[in-house]
């Protein structure tokens, strides 16, 4: 068990080597377990976590915030247009006070281009840890919760079993690559033969797919890009189906609507997940875009795990910040 986390940053899913993913889940379970109980876990008492964030959030915001108060400490929610981060607050100024302030700094900043390096250089300027609450590249703490709930459904031999990562349409913006690109690097770790499914203009990033499979060949895993959405899902254990932008192919937002418009059949849909193993589970990060990304019946009905999903980043994040923030 590889226990010695404190003072490290999480900001891609690599940052951490298997061994010490699998102990952030341990502690994440011991955590859900003693929430449950109402047992106190206050391993955090008097530390404060800054929430630096660049774009909105439901999930992330509350998990971190509310996972800061059960382990005793609090959570500082600050946006980043209330700051002097526009008037001339670089990230050095950010990571060198914010450091001396705080005891972590948890930063989403998802621009292209610009969210992924602001993090890092933050980090090189802080003497406390940086965790990633999603930029465009990566989103680690989502991809931990999914682990989380992946395990909690189908067992902790997950060797053999397929998961489908699936772009599907949505209409409400061009959303991040960054939950896909995390899934296809962390998944083949733990034994998941990953199919990923796009249409050709969604693309994820080239040193990311090499990435990916350089863990699957190493952990002796699957991995498989298709362009089929029912072909993919077929026999599939696991379909995490969502959108994502065509951001390799084009960040404008009026342009990218143009090519995801071509895609309005790529829709989780009991059809699709009828094609999937009977005892399937359905994944979605949230928010999904209803009845365009995925229909009612499949994001309510009996195969959705959604809500255990959204419940396990509290329980995830809660680990990482207990083992790092010290
Ligand atoms: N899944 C997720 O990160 O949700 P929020 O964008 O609401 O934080």
């Known amino acids: 068990m590889q226990t010695d986390l404190r003072g490290r940053d999480l900001i891609g899913d690599l940052d951490f080597t298997r061994e010490e993913v699998e102990t952030v889940l341990e502690v994440a379970f011991d955590l859900k377990r003693k929430r449950a109980l109402g047992e106190p876990h206050p391993y955090l008492r008097d530390k404060v976590l800054a929430m630096l964030f660049f774009f909105s959030s439901t999930r992330t915001r509350g998990s971190f915030e509310a996972g800061m108060a059960q382990l005793g400490g609090h959570a500082a929610f600050i946006e980043s247009r209330t700051t002097q981060i526009s008037?001339?607050?670089?990230?050095?100024?950010?990571?060198?006070?914010?450091?001396?302030?705080?005891?972590?700094?948890?930063?989403?900043?998802?621009?292209?281009?610009?969210?992924?390096?602001?993090?890092?250089?933050?980090?090189?300027?802080?003497?406390?840890?940086?965790?990633?609450?999603?930029?465009?590249?990566?989103?680690?703490?989502?991809?931990?919760?999914?682990?989380?709930?992946?395990?909690?459904?189908?067992?902790?031999?997950?060797?053999?079993?397929?998961?489908?990562?699936?772009?599907?349409?949505?209409?409400?913006?061009?959303?991040?690559?960054?939950?896909?690109?995390?899934?296809?690097?962390?998944?083949?770790?733990?034994?998941?033969?990953?199919?990923?499914?796009?249409?050709?203009?969604?693309?994820?990033?080239?040193?990311?797919?090499?990435?990916?499979?350089?863990?699957?060949?190493?952990?002796?895993?699957?991995?498989?890009?298709?362009?089929?959405?029912?072909?993919?899902v077929k026999d599939a254990d696991i379909v995490y189906a969502k959108s994502w932008g065509p951001l390799l192919t084009t960040t404008d937002p009026e342009g990218g609507k143009k090519i995801q418009d071509k895609y309005k059949d790529w829709i989780a849909d009991e059809k699709k997940m009828g094609l999937a193993k009977a005892d399937s589970i359905y994944m979605h990060p949230l928010p999904a875009d209803r009845n365009i990304?995925?229909?009612?019946?499949v994001i309510d009905g009996p195969?959705?795990?959604?809500?255990?999903?959204?419940?396990?980043?509290?329980?995830?994040?809660k680990a990482v910040m207990a083992l790092t923030m010290r």
């Not at 989502?142 to 599907?168: C, F, N, P, Y």
């Not at 061009?174 to 733990?190: A, D, E, G, N, T």
């Not at 990304?293 to 019946?297: I, K, L, P, Q, S």
């Not at 999903?309 to 509290?314: D, F, T, W, Y």
């Open 303 to 317: 195969h959705s795990v959604v809500f255990d999903e959204a419940e396990n980043r509290l329980h995830a994040q």
């Open 87 to 232: 008037h001339g607050d670089t990230e050095k100024e950010m990571g060198e006070i914010f450091g001396r302030y705080f005891d972590g700094i948890a930063i989403r900043h998802v621009d292209w281009g610009i969210g992924n390096r602001y993090l890092n250089l933050v980090a090189e300027a802080s003497r406390e840890p940086v965790l990633n609450m999603q930029c465009e590249f990566y989103h680690p703490f989502q991809i931990l919760a999914d682990l989380m709930t992946i395990i909690e459904k189908k067992g902790r031999d997950l060797r053999r079993k397929k998961m489908v990562v699936s772009w599907a349409y949505a209409s409400s913006y061009l959303k991040p690559v960054s939950v896909p690109q995390s899934l296809i690097l962390q998944m083949p770790r733990f034994g998941l033969d990953v199919v990923l499914a796009h249409p050709p203009e969604f693309k994820l990033m080239p040193e990311i797919m090499d990435q990916a499979k350089a863990q699957a060949k190493k952990f002796g895993t699957g991995f498989e890009v298709v362009d089929d959405m029912n072909e993919a």
């Open 293 to 297: 990304e995925v229909t009612d019946g």
